[in-house]
């Protein structure tokens, strides 16, 4: 990209033709145009500046809930390191200050340590603060709402604001602020609590998840959303009934298109067994919405973001 040779004053890292899928959890997909680390702050909002609107951006966090698609990614990729970590804690109000670049597990067993309360529920959620963020991640009853108080944002044109929660609407999973908002960091509010019982709560939330997750595979989390209770209802079906559920009643569990597959310890869950394209995941999860379509009348919601093109010589399918 052209206006790449002019970013002389650029302090991070430029890798055009970026391999970005090997940071991503499937581990699949085309690379990346350009990649970009900024050093900090400043350089990324000077990178913003000098890069012209009409190229494409896209945020990719710890990648633990995307699918790359195998023609890759048009523009630039943007990748907050290891400068966007920082944690802060005011003893007096209790409210942490951390960079959206931290890992989830890491906060929640630093928090766990210096016995703060609230962020129990990160330890089993494998990405970094902004895809939190982003996806209002959540799990065990609790989600990144209920402790967040505000997030500070660079907008595409390099400017930082903050935005409250309420600014933010979040739902279950989903944000409502524009898809190129970058979050830089976000204040939380914890509570005290004992140490030692936080960590045994860790503890506890690893073994479950070991036990009930496929987290030693090449995964993306929950494929889809579970369904809405309204949406339930339409389809007459009882309103608690979870994707899992309906996949499994389609005959999904360890269903396999190439080289993914519907995890047979959790059915909401693809893998890739090593060998598969994004195209073989992406019209798995398509498979299945057809599948729980046909039956129940009801569409299931991609919780997996994909981004990316299509290879050319593939068929498109499903929806951006
Ligand atoms: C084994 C496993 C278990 C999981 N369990 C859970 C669970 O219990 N609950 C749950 O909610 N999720 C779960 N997930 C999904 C995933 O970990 C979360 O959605 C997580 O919040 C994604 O964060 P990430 O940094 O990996 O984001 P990525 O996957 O890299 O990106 C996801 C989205 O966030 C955006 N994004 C990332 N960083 C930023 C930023 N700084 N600014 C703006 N946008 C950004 C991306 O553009 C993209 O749209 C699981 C995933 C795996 C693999």
Sequence with gaps: MSFLSNLTHIRGLIIENADVAKGSW???????????????????????TACPETIPITILGLG????????GIKGVVIKLGKNFNRLEHDTLTNIVEIGAGAGDV??????????????????????????????????????IGDILIDARVMDRDGQIKIVTKEEMQLSYRHNSLPYDTIFISARFQAYDDDSEKLLNTLDDIKKQ???????????????????????????DLPKDMKAWQLIDQVGGRGFKIGGAMMSEKHCNFMINDGHATAHDLESLGEEMRRRVKEKFG???????????????????????
Aim: aromatic share 8%.
């Design 26 to 48: 499937f581990r699949v997909g085309g690379p990346a145009e350009s990649l970009f680390q900024p050093a900090d702050e400043a350089d990324l909002s000077h990178f913003l």
């Design 298 to 320: 009801l569409t299931l919601q991609w919780e997996i973001q994909r981004i990316g093109q299509f290879k050319d010589d593939f068929d498109t399918c499903g929806e951006a």
């Design 106 to 143: 890491a906060v929640a067993r630093h928090a766990a340590k210096q016995g703060l309360g609230g962020f129990e529920f990160l330890s089993g959620i494998p990405g970094s603060i902004g895809g939190a963020l982003r996806m209002n991640a959540g799990a065990y009853g609790a989600d």
């Design 209 to 235: 998840r070991e036990e009930t997750q496929p987290v030693k595979d090449r995964t993306g989390g929950s494929t889809f959303a579970n369904p809405s209770p309204s949406d339930l209802m339409t389809a």
């Design 64 to 71: 633990s809930n995307i699918i790359i698609r195998d023609g």
